[in-house]
T-cell receptor
Framework: DTGVSQNPRHKITKRGQNVTFRCDPI?????LYWYRQTLGQGPEFLTY????????KSRLLSDRFSAERPKGSFSTLEIQRTEQGDSAMYLC???????????FGQGTRLTVV | DQQVKQNSPSLSVQEGRISILNCDYT??????FLWYKKYPAEGPTFLIS???IKDKNEDGRFTVFLNKSAKHLSLHIVPSQPGDSAVYFC???????????????WGLGTSLAVNP
């Protein structure tokens, strides 16, 4: 297992288009987190899953954002009708239920033009 | 309201010297603290953590100190190396409910530059 994997690494899209990102967590990790990070800021929590259940969603996650983890393994984050303000690094992390250390993927850099 | 504060946005240190990165928090319910290191265009990498029942945790060149009464923690890197140059994030963890659900609250980060 090489750790948390995110695809794609970079995505450039036109405003109004839909985008989908994928995250493959560390295989034995029950928890999966999505964060967003903009320049000069710490990671902002978006949502997290315990197995396939989405347990918490940040108020930052507008109706245009949806996340799924259908089989409790990989997860997808979809942004519909993208806006320029959605441009950011989207980070995925996973952790074991009992631990609090979260291990991050390399992120997906989204640029909305 | 920033519950986890890293008041120094940047720090410059000479190679071989000690780097001290500081973090303050406001929520007394935080019971676990973590430091992450982030290189440009990469995700944060876990570095070291400390439980609120301890006041010190050491791992090689990295030591984290926790002062609960002052709600302050610090990360010491000794000796500092040029490869340590990165952004360092402090994060605090709080248990949300009886179901062992936890949330990480992040600081804004401190950019460390270690000069050869």
């Amino acid at each position: 297992d090489t750790g948390v994997s995110q695809n794609p690494r970079h995505k450039i899209t036109k405003r109004g288009q839909n985008v989908t990102f994928r995250c493959d967590p560390i295989s034995e990790h029950n928890r999966l987190y999505w964060y967003r990070q903009t320049l000069g800021q710490g990671p902002e929590f978006l949502t997290y899953f315990q197995n396939e259940a989405q347990l918490e969603k940040s108020r930052l996650l507008s109706d245009r954002f949806s996340a799924e983890r259908p089989k409790g393994s990989f997860s997808t984050l979809e942004i519909q009708r993208t806006e320029q303000g959605d441009s950011a690094m989207y980070l995925c992390a996973s952790s074991l239920q009992e631990n609090t250390e979260a291990f991050f993927g390399q992120g997906t850099r989204l640029t909305v033009v | 309201d920033q519950q986890v504060k890293q008041n120094s946005p940047s720090l410059s240190v000479q190679e071989g010297r000690i780097s001290i990165l500081n973090c303050d928090y406001t929520n007394s319910m935080f019971d676990y603290f973590l430091w992450y290191k982030k290189y440009p265009a990469e995700g944060p990498t876990f570095l070291i953590s400390i439980s609120s029942i301890k006041d010190k945790n050491e791992d090689g060149r990295f030591t984290v100190f926790l002062n609960k009464s002052a709600k302050h923690l610090s990360l010491h890197i000794v000796p500092s190396q040029p490869g340590d140059s990165a952004v360092y994030f402090c994060a605090a963890s709080v248990c949300l409910s009886a179901g062992n659900n936890r949330k990480l609250i992040w600081g804004l980060g401190t950019s460390l530059a270690v000069n050869p």
